[in-house]
């Protein structure tokens, strides 16, 4: 899991953001040019209605003039769109994109992992063949990066007041199940137990686990619901890396986590 350096925050160019922003701004300009079409078209409709000739025939040119113009913009707008979107979501472009966005205007710190992106609790995949994203298990067409990135803040923010009881319960139950036969309740292994659910590891990987551990930790008193006080323990000098989760916070502070007991 990485994440994004000083060198990766430059805004990428050629990107999804951008090219959806310029062929934005050319359909705003035919929408400008449609709506005066509409207007000259109410007008004419309304002069028939009320019997006024001389507005309609005034009305019913200019319908006519601005139609050969508006068909002809359209025309020319549509051919401009050129950007290969199912190579961009084939390639890395796409997750540099949106975790520039995501750190530039939102201040949200989305982490890769591998092909995908995690920003807790979501994990985001690409299905270049149909043009969309997946965010967790909801596929996604709205793949715009700006949209994106405000779409994974949104969860971020949701999640932060829900589902995170369901996640201490689960820790509790982990916890209880393993410590008989272990002297320290290792955080990676309650992910391998986890991961004997069938396709929970495919939903759920180890980075996307570590920032539901962060969550837990970042409220600061976490309980169950029968009161037991959730407590994470941290690496000593003899931990192996291996057993060791790393989490970036979100004022950036890289925090490692080893264990997990319960009070």
């Not at 949200?108 to 967790?136: F, K, M, W």
């Not at 996307?208 to 969550?215: D, L």
């Not at 037991?228 to 931990?239: D, T, Y």
């Not at 890396?241 to 502070?253: K, P």
Request: hydrophobic fraction near 40%.
């Amino acid at each position: 899991m990485r994440e994004l350096n000083e060198q990766d925050r430059e805004a990428p160019t050629g990107g999804l953001e951008q090219a959806l922003a310029d062929h934005e701004a050319a359909v705003t300009a035919l929408v400008r040019q449609a709506t005066a079409f509409t207007g000259a078209l109410k007008k004419w409709q309304k002069a028939c209605h009320q019997g006024h000739i001389a507005l309609r025939q005034k009305s019913a040119e200019r319908a006519c003039e601005l139609a050969p113009l508006l068909a002809q913009a359209t025309s020319e707008v549509g051919p401009t769109w050129e950007f290969d979107v199912e190579a961009y979501l084939t390639g890395d472009s796409w997750r540099a994109e949106i975790q520039e966005i995501a750190a530039r205007e939102l201040s949200l710190r989305v982490l890769e992992e591998g092909q995908t992106l995690i920003s807790s609790p979501v994990v985001v995949r690409a299905q270049s063949s149909q043009n969309c994203l997946v965010l967790g298990k909801a596929k996604w067409p709205l793949i715009r990066p700006s949209v994106v990135a405000t779409e994974l803040k949104r969860l971020r923010d949701r999640a932060a007041g829900q589902g995170t009881q369901d996640f201490v319960e689960a820790l509790c139950g982990a916890f209880e199940h393993l410590k008989p036969s272990r002297q320290v309740v290792k955080l990676k292994d309650v992910y391998d137990l986890f991961c004997l659910t069938p396709g929970w590891k495919k939903e759920n990987p180890l980075g996307a686990f570590a920032q539901s551990v962060y969550a837990v930790h970042r409220l600061g008193a976490a309980t169950t619901r029968k009161g037991r006080r959730c407590e994470f323990i941290f690496p000593s000098g003899n931990a192996k890396e291996r057993d060791v989760l790393s989490v970036i916070a979100d004022d950036g502070r890289v925090i490692r986590y080893y264990g997990v007991e319960f009070a």
